[in-house]
């Protein structure tokens, strides 16, 4: 397999009646799966959708979001994940910036589309239904795979997913099928053909980040029941997790703290969950154990959009190295340089992180500037700050704008942040330099506490003391909440903003 145009069709010659997808009591096979794609696929040709046409999706973790995306590849197209946060204003820039075809939207967010102004270059926009009324609604269309697709090739584009503009503008990441089917096909057909089908996956985190995306296609591949949910509330989700016998959760860590803090509150005899993975941000150590100590795995990844995965850590990798981003994945090379002289560094020095696989991005579209500031010779540059240890387990330290400098010494605010979150009752927190006259930055730890909790601010700064050193200890000051971008990362520029506001 070198690119994704079939691959539910594959799947679904294997394993024809193996439940694939679920949402409430709609439930699909995967040849009933196979099937509302060949029906959207025979929609969108009818619509005269081309290769390589960019088409947007603004919908819900659903089961009509699978069946879209893959509709969508199978006819050539590129799949543009939107934001279900995003604004009028957001949508026209990637109307125009990513040149739309078309948009598929859920009908919450027709108003965006009403109030959005670059709307009338698109050739149209499609309404889908939820779960129920979208089992039916394209049944007049044929079944069967259209006749007549256009061939897709490992180069052509797949997906066009824009970074969510922590550092300006928004960029579209081109991601070809090569490099997508390179990641499925790293593990291997042996492991692919060995893969558990029991182990059913819940969706929860929205199918426009990078990590939903990337295990959907893995779902597909493998042959994994996934389970699509809009719950938030914690109990909730417990009751999806018990009553759909789900094995497999991505989430973030907030979201998985509020999940695991809400299992331990009442009787949940043989919970079936067995893995919890996270990314976009560092997961703390003392939640990695809080799973362990209800007998499940948290594992962690480490990547971006435009590198896809790099590096994975779960405890079967030793607790000892619990607080790094794992090793990194099959057919990934990462190196660790000086971001001045761009040298390499030797094993346990730090520096900016670079990364060169199979799966990176072909590069920002129509933005040939941007492109080239991050992809040299083949490397991508991450902007990360880390380490490589004698092990060649991968550290992060944070990002090098991020680092805070006191006095000539350096503060990387992921360290800091770690401490923070192991205190009892935080539940969010992150940490920022803010201007002194005499050290010139110092830092700050701007923390959500948990509901209920009496913990107070001089309790973490005690907390902290006891852990780092005198000149890396916080000043704390608690928050209703945290500025986050679209994908759940914490928006520190911001959050520096409104604390000099306030100053």
Known sequence: MNTLQYLVAERAEISPQHEALVEHNERYTFNEFHEKVNQLSHYFLEKGIQKGDRIGVLAHTSIAYPVVTMGILQVGAVVVPLSKSMTPYELDSIITSGQLKAIIHHNEFTSVLEKAEQTDGLSFTLKIEDAKEFTTQFSAYNTNTPEVLPEVLPEDLALMMFTSGTTGKSKGCMIAHGSVSAFLNSGGQEERANIDKSMRYLFVHPFFHMSSMSILFMCINTGNTMVCSEETDPA?????????????????????????????????????????????????????????????????????????????????????KVSSAGKPAPHVEVKIVDPETRQEVPSGEKGEVLVRSPYLFKGYWQNEEATN?????????????????????LYIEGRYKDVIVYGGDNIYPDQVEEVVL????????????????????????????QEASALTEEDVVNFCKERLAPYKVPTVVFVSSLPKNSVGKVLKNEVKKQALAHA
Not at 299 to 320: C, D, F, L, R, V
């Open 236 to 320: 909730k989700v417990i009751e999806v997790i018990e009553k759909e016998n789900i094995k497999m959760l991505f989430a973030l860590p907030p979201a998985l703290k509020y999940i695991v803090e809400e299992l331990e509150k009442g009787d949940h005899y043989d919970f079936p969950l067995k893995l919890a993975v996270s990314g976009g941000t560092k997961v703390s150590e003392s939640l990695i154990e809080q799973y362990d100590r209800n007998g499940m795995i948290l594992a962690q990844g480490y990547g971006s959009t435009e590198a896809w995965i790099i590096s994975s850590w779960h405890p079967q990798m030793g607790w000892k």
């Open 373 to 393: 500031a991050v992809l040299q010779d083949g490397w991508l540059a991450m902007g990360d700050a880390g380490r490589l240890d004698e092990d060649g387990f």
């Open 422 to 449: 192991a205190a009892d009752g935080v539940l969010e927190a992150t940490v920022v330099g803010m201007p002194d006259d005499v050290y010139g930055e110092v830092p700050y730890a701007f923390v959500v506490k």
